[in-house]
């Protein structure tokens, strides 16, 4: 990423809410790409790029079960298991070098039925919220890095007019990226034990506090410690 320029701000790892105050302005100062949109391919997917499976074979890819965001399905979110449409979901021990595989939890809102037509674009508008699930080839971010879990940081804040305001926090033991981009805020993190190894991204239709207040409200089920 380009950094154009770096605020800064006392950070200190989220176990719980309210967010700390530095931590709540520091989130609601993030600003989306300036300039000229581009229309990606988030705008022109569609709901019908990705096949629904059932919650076992998403666990049984996985090895264990798959993380969830239940702040959203006790609001009224229908939550959905997807993998990519006509692609096989390669078992993540037959991947070869250069390849990835992926599961999504998908979480509609509520009176929004699984539509194939349905745009990224007009679901986001009414709260669509994804989590993606990779393993195999991709480079995780943020890197992990940064100094011991527990203790008050200085954490900086990168402005980028280009790709949107981003920063890194700390929810329970793991190191979480977050930043705004138009209408979506994309939380990022890894996710490595001893027999798994993912780069997990959130995909949010909420402000990046919002979105920051679920991740910290579900970090129990999103093994965030």
Do not use: C, K
Request: aromatic share 10%; charged share 25%; no cysteine.
């Amino acid at each position: 990423m380009s950094v154009h320029s770096e605020d800064s701000f006392r950070s200190r790892p989220l176990n719980g809410l309210p967010l700390p105050a530095s931590t709540a302005a520091a989130v609601e100062s993030l600003l989306s790409p300036r300039g000229r949109p581009t229309r990606g391919p988030g705008e022109r997917g569609r709901l019908g790029h990705f096949e629904p499976i059932p919650e076992e074979a998403a666990a049984e890819w996985l090895g264990f079960a798959p993380p969830t965001l239940p702040s959203l399905s006790g609001s009224g979110f229908r939550r959905h298991f997807a993998r990519q449409g006509g692609r096989d979901l390669v078992a993540r021990a037959d991947l070869t070098r250069g390849e990835s595989a992926a599961v999504y939890v998908f979480y509609l809102p509520a009176g929004s039925a699984w539509r194939e037509e349905t745009r990224f674009a007009e679901a986001r508008r009414e709260g669509l919220t994804f989590l993606w699930l990779r393993a195999g080839y991709g480079v995780p971010w943020p890197e992990e890095e940064g100094g011991p879990v527990g203790v008050e940081e200085t954490a900086t804040i990168g402005r980028d007019p280009a790709s949107g305001d981003f920063l890194t926090l700390t929810v329970g033991s793991t190191r979480v990226g977050v930043q705004y981009q138009r209408g979506v805020t994309r939380l990022a993190w890894s996710y490595r034990s001893q027999d798994a190894d993912f780069n997990v991204t959130v995909m949010s239709g909420r402000s990046p506090r919002a979105s920051v207040e679920m991740l910290v409200s579900d970090r129990g089920a999103l093994y965030l410690g």
